[in-house]
């Protein structure tokens, strides 16, 4: 299973961008699909995650002013950020679990994507 995260780029405080990761390969099915991002200095951080039935969950400097969905059909994520600050700076990754038979036992794997960056001027 691959992800491609895209959709990033520059944009001054208070605009939007659409974050869009791609899940491609033998997929079974996607669970819980998760936006990232690791801001310079900083540690990576959950900013978002969804379910397979649609339940999300927020960081709470981002509740608001973002929003996570999928579209399972075409094994996709989607992060639209709205009224960007200066402190959403950061390059952004997606990930996903995907089950994976190992010694003959179902578990989940998580697979992360290559990351895009985000600018936020002020």
């Known amino acids: 299973v691959q992800l491609q995260a895209s959709g990033g780029g520059l944009v001054q405080a208070g605009g939007s961008l659409r974050l869009t990761c791609v899940a491609s390969g033998r997929i079974l099915s996607l669970e819980t699909m998760r936006w990232y991002r690791q801001a310079p200095r900083k540690e990576r951080e959950l900013v978002a995650n969804?379910?397979?039935?649609?339940?999300?969950n927020y960081v709470d400097s981002v509740k608001g002013r973002f929003t996570i969905s999928r579209d399972n059909a075409k094994n996709t994520v989607y992060l639209q950020m709205n009224n960007l600050k200066p402190d959403d700076t950061a390059v952004y990754y997606c990930?996903?679990?995907?089950?994976?038979?190992?010694?003959?036992?179902?578990?989940?794997?998580?697979?992360w994507g290559q990351g895009t960056l985000v600018t936020v001027s002020s």
């Open positions: 969804i379910t397979s039935g649609g339940t999300t």
């Open positions: 990930n996903a679990d995907h089950p994976e038979l190992v010694d003959h036992r179902w578990s989940f794997y998580t697979y």
